[in-house]
């Protein structure tokens, strides 16, 4: 026989009685409803059984005609359907909690209690096509509370069914053993054993069972079906834990980073064009376009666009890497590297609407809410000028920040915007003393239509609610503005301070020192050679601490559990902590280099201007980050969009 269509099968499927439900018709002449069928059918399954539940004794209960009870149900199934439906509605419809562990276990112990209330729902669960509702929506929320954690969606329902299959298998039990303490008229499980007891002791003498023999003999919990239901969930769901935790650690694990592979090899060039790079106040397009090709710009964009929706620690090991050898070229990485991860938080059509043509397309940034949007239809009109926008020569996008006025002109809200580079004129201004070749220039807009899918409120992302998370439901874009962007900003800065120390060691190790008070190998200076651990100290407490942080952050994420504020205020912390202790590491490696080190060029004197430069962006405020901590270990209230 040949096998039918999907379109034949469903042609010849039984239409339920949920569908006929909401079809319109004309109304029976009995003032019933379908909820007080379910209600009656209840009643009768709870106190004679589901066997009692017939058409003519529901008809009865409901004080109708049997024939009018077939207005509304075409039979018995339909009736069963109902009842499971109310039930759920009731007693077992979750409520989806904080994280995915707690709302499968108040998910399974609802629907125990509901078993356990109704014990004729042991019946229906070996029912086929039964999908009413209810059912559905618990179902739904069950696997929404799975969301994000690195399974698919095959295996999102297969915890959904392993859960569901545990409580149905130990309320079977249950309920099995209830219906025998009846039919042998006991009310206590110790009694039960009592009449069975002859049995019992067969089986425990004739030795061939000495594990059962010893539960029997030293249990203690034997009747306590809570306890046992409590202990078998919890390790269901240590099972899934275990199993999401290997997930994971193959996701996580600091072991593979093929795009870091891929820049390393780029290295000896890039540092070979250092000295350029910070003499034209511009890093190459060809350096960009290697970078691109290597994948770097890509690490944090969504994977449906392409991306590798990256491990964000891996990013950041990247971009150290590249500023140990430049500075610009690793600050640009960094920034320019971190622009994805932002556009994955606006709405799905300003995605479509950067990456859909070009998915390798750049976007530059300047923050501060110097723009002013005034309200028109179906957007804003901008206008503004934005400064210090690094590597916005190389971009076609822009992400700037701005207030919306409201009424008489007024501040309404704190929003960033994304403009495409032709609404908007670059000036070039750039000219410093550190990270010259970042070309950080001027960005100017001027009335510039906005629409409002290019629109995100600043606030939405300090709480964790882009509206891009509705399409990129992974954890890298469940992690917060304040740690992922004030990181973007400290890594370079430790990836610096990496590079100087490399190149003081390297310089250092076989100089001879010439001075009044005689010379000798500088290796063998005491003074120089605890310059060398305090330096190397700082950069691994630096990059321990931030990698740890990030790490621990983006774990949270990956379970699906909210990041604590605790943590969040740590990540801060230990960023302006780390900018620190890589300034202090580049100043001592500095002091001491001798005056060779002064020298323009020079890989020492080159790190230690662009350290400092980096040092005094925004994001490194020491002194505001770490009062915001100690608010926080005292009790106190913490406002701040970057926390």
Request: net charge negative; glycine share 10%; hydrophobic share 45%.
């Amino acid at each position: 026989m040949a096998r039918k269509s999907a379109d034949e099968v469903a042609g010849d499927a039984v239409e339920s009685i949920w569908q006929r439900m909401e079809r319109p018709a004309r109304p029976p002449r009995a003032a019933l409803t379908h909820a007080q069928i379910a209600a009656a059918a209840v009643e009768i399954a709870d106190a004679e059984g589901l066997d009692a539940v017939s058409m003519r004794h529901l008809a009865e209960r409901l004080g109708v005609a049997t024939m009018g009870l077939y207005r509304y149900v075409r039979g018995k199934d339909d009736v069963i359907e109902l009842m499971l439906d109310a039930v759920i509605a009731e007693e077992a419809l979750v409520e989806p909690a904080a994280d995915w562990r707690t709302t499968l276990r108040e998910a399974a112990r609802g629907l125990r209690r509901a078993v356990l209330r109704h014990p004729w729902m042991v019946r229906t669960t070996a029912r086929s096509g039964q999908l009413t509702p209810h059912l559905v929506a618990r179902a739904d929320r069950l696997l929404a509370s799975l969301e994000d954690l690195g399974l698919d969606a095959d295996g999102r329902m297969a915890v959904v069914g392993t859960v569901s299959a545990y409580v149905n298998g130990t309320v079977a039990v249950d309920v099995g053993l209830a219906e025998l303490m009846r039919r042998e008229g006991v009310t206590r499980a110790d009694e039960l054993r009592g009449l069975y007891s002859s049995h019992l002791r067969w089986l425990l003498e004739s030795g061939r069972y000495p594990a059962f023999e010893r539960y029997i003999r030293e249990g203690v919990r034997k009747d306590d079906g809570e306890w046992q239901f409590e202990l078998g969930l919890e390790c269901v769901l240590d099972g899934v834990a275990a199993r999401l935790a290997s997930d994971r650690d193959r996701r996580i694990s600091p072991m593979s980073n093929e795009v870091l592979d891929e820049v390393r090899a780029l290295l000896p060039e890039i540092a070979a064009r250092a000295r350029a790079v910070d003499e034209e106040r511009r890093v190459p397009a060809e350096s960009i376009g290697e970078l691109s090709r290597a994948g770097v710009f890509r690490m944090l964009q969504p994977k449906r666009y392409g991306g590798a929706e990256s491990d964000p620690v891996r990013f950041y090991e990247v971009v150290r890497e590249i500023s140990a050898v430049c500075g610009s070229t690793g600050w640009l990485v960094s920034v320019l590297g971190v622009h994805p991860w932002q556009l994955a938080l606006f709405e799905e059509a300003a995605q479509d609407e950067v990456w859909g043509s070009d998915p390798g397309v750049l976007a530059c940034s300047s923050y501060a809410p110097v723009g002013r949007l005034v309200p028109a239809e179906g957007g804003y009109r901008l206008s503004g000028r934005w400064r210090f926008s690094s590597g916005c020569g190389h971009a076609s996008w822009a992400l700037l920040g701005g207030l919306v006025l409201g009424a008489a002109g007024r501040p309404a809200d704190v929003v960033t915007v994304l403009v495409p580079r032709s609404d908007y004129a670059i000036e070039d201004v750039w000219d410093v003393i550190g990270l010259r070749g970042t070309a950080s220039d001027d960005i100017v807009v001027d009335d510039a239509f906005v629409p409002a899918h290019r629109v995100v409120r600043n606030q939405d992302l300090t709480r964790l609610r882009g509206p891009g998370q509705q399409v990129n439901t992974g954890p890298l874009y469940r992690l917060p503005f304040g740690a992922v962007f004030t990181t973007t900003i400290t890594a370079p800065i430790i990836g610096m301070a990496s590079g100087c120390y490399r190149s003081y060691v390297s310089a250092m190790r076989d100089r001879v020192r010439l001075s009044l008070g005689g010379g000798g190998r500088f290796a063998d200076d005491q003074f120089a050679q605890v310059a060398v651990a305090r330096a190397a100290s700082e950069i691994d407490a630096a990059v321990l601490q931030t990698d740890r942080n990030v790490r621990e952050a983006y774990e949270h994420a990956v379970r699906g559990e909210v990041i604590p504020a605790e943590l969040r205020l740590r990540v801060r912390r230990d960023q302006v902590r780390a900018t620190e202790r890589a300034l202090e590491a580049i100043d001592v490696l500095f002091k001491t280099a001798g005056g060779n080190s002064l020298r323009r060029g020079n890989p020492i004197e080159r790190a230690w201007r662009d350290a400092h430069a980096g040092g005094v962006h925004v994001a490194n405020d020491v002194e505001r980050a770490l009062a915001m901590y100690g608010r926080g270990e005292f009790g106190l209230p913490v406002e701040d969009n970057l926390i």
